[in-house]
């Protein structure tokens, strides 16, 4: 038998966070796997369950103050039909699980699952995304890469819960993002990357790259950024092994049932050269 709590809005689920001590649950599409005991047997959770999928405090899309903010209990199939996603970021929620399972999950259940494997938290470490953690007296604000501090681990409070994801509306012109996965459809990741730049007049003027699946949490390189910015497009490709060498010992991928540690780095050097030459075939983009 499992127990639950269904609050009616968030101030209650707050409360019930302060008193007892629960699991939140999203839209279970983690949660219920990683505690299934087999056919015909209840799921195995050794706390109750605190249902925050459908508080209406936790469902908004909406821009504000240079940030778009996401409830973490938005559907990922509705951030795929949301004209504020960027579309950089659903081109990576379209290649998670399959249609069913996106009408059940949560991208803040994404975030908060700490998976080093997530589809979205690439995107949202390249931008820079921040998070906001509630109890029933404070909020605070944390950088996503703070909040994740390994595999399956968090800096959530047990009378914490996830009330907001902040995305700066910054506009990268050249976006890129690759998932290499068993198959197409419904596969998990073995090696995914979110590369998003801004070049003006030829030179990098931003530059993001983030790698998922290949290390505890996602691996993002700013020593390696940073000296990329101000350089022209066209020696980015003649200056790869050196740009490797900088992000090479970060990039520190697991044998596991998905793939080895060996074929996830010769991936790896693969995006990244992929990427570098597709910056340098752009040449020259402005923003709008
Ligand atoms: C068949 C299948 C395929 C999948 N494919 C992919 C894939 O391709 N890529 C991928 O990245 N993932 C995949 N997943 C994993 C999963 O669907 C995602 O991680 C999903 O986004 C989790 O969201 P959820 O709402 O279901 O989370 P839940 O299972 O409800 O929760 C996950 C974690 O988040 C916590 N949590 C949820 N909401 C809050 C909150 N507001 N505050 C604090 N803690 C909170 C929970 O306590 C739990 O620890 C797949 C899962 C299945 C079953």
């Given at each position: 038998m499992v127990n639950g709590y269904h609050p009616k809005d968030l101030i209650e689920a707050l409360k019930i966070r302060a008193e007892v001590s629960c699991i939140p649950l999203a839209g279970g599409t983690d949660l219920m796997v990683q505690n299934a005991r087999g056919t015909g047997l209840s799921p195995n959770f050794d706390k109750p369950l605190l249902f925050v999928g459908h508080l209406p405090e936790l469902r908004h899309i909406e821009k504000k103050e240079g940030f778009l903010h996401i409830g973490p209990s938005v559907l990922l199939s509705e951030m795929l039909s949301h004209?504020?996603?960027p579309e950089t970021f659903k081109k990576a929620i379209s290649q998670m699980a399959s249609p069913p399972t996106r009408n059940l999950a949560t991208l803040g259940g994404n975030i908060c699952n700490?998976?080093?494997?997530?589809?979205?938290l690439p995107f949202l470490y390249a931008m820079d995304a921040e998070l906001i953690l509630e109890n029933h007296a404070f909020d605070r604000r944390i950088p996503i890469e703070e909040f994740i501090c390994g595999p399956k681990q968090t800096e959530l409070k047990s009378d914490e819960l996830l009330t907001d994801i902040l995305i700066p509306t910054t506009l990268f012109p050249v976006s890129y993002y690759k998932k290499v996965g068993q198959r197409r459809g419904m596969s998990l990741t073995k090696v995914s990357f979110h590369g998003l730049a801004e070049i003006v007049d030829g030179y990098v003027e931003d530059l993001r790259m983030a790698f998922g699946s290949v290390a505890p949490t996602v691996v993002r390189s700013r020593d390696c950024e940073n000296s990329l910015i101000g350089e022209p497009v066209s020696t980015l490709k003649s200056r790869f092994n050196e740009i490797w060498e900088l992000y090479e010992p970060s990039i520190q991928p697991i044998d596991d049932a998905r793939s080895t540690a060996t074929y996830r780095k010769n991936v790896c050097y693969n995006i990244l050269k992929d990427f570098l030459t597709h910056l340098e075939n752009i040449k020259e983009i402005y923003n709008e």
């Open positions: 004209p504020f996603i700490a998976s080093p494997a997530g589809d979205t």
